[in-house]
């Protein structure tokens, strides 16, 4: 017989652990992250240009991929091995020109800011050299088990300004 998995009573079915920092800051970042989006047609609308629901899960999808390239973890490994949320206290996308199927869409994700328990991050997406669309979001760090602020823990901060330097 299996044993059945108790869900966590504040989501999931893993409780999250004690937080801790990452064993290391990631210094060297020889490009910066650029998140590819191949656009089908089956991500358009009847206008036959990208519905626009995935506009903000795209610039999403692409921040949660910098923070894999940045920091070595994506979320799920920090809430669960590192015992750090980073939920969003802000999301922005501003459209600029149409995004069409057929074309590799590019979102480039930079750093705006980094506060105390805080971090902003730029999105910028193009196709063939035409700006689509722009973003920010900004994400509050926490300990998972209480989903209270906490400060960036060094070695993250480390790496996330080790980026930041080199982003252009």
Known sequence: MQKKVQPNPKGGIRPPVPWRDMEYAHATFADPWIYEVVVGWGHCDPAQIVYTGNIPAWGIEAVEGWYRYCLGADWSEMNLKYG?????????????????????????????????????????????????FTGKTTAVFVESLTMLPLSIPPNIRKSIEAYQSKQG
Not at 96 to 122: E, M, Y
């Open 84 to 132: 750090i949320g980073t939920p969003f206290a802000a999301l922005e996308f501003d459209f600029k020109s149409p995004v069409r199927a057929g074309l590799t869409l590019q979102i480039h994700v930079g750093v705006s800011r980094i506060g105390n328990t805080s971090l902003t991050n730029h999105i910028t997406a193009s196709q063939n050299g035409e700006l689509c």
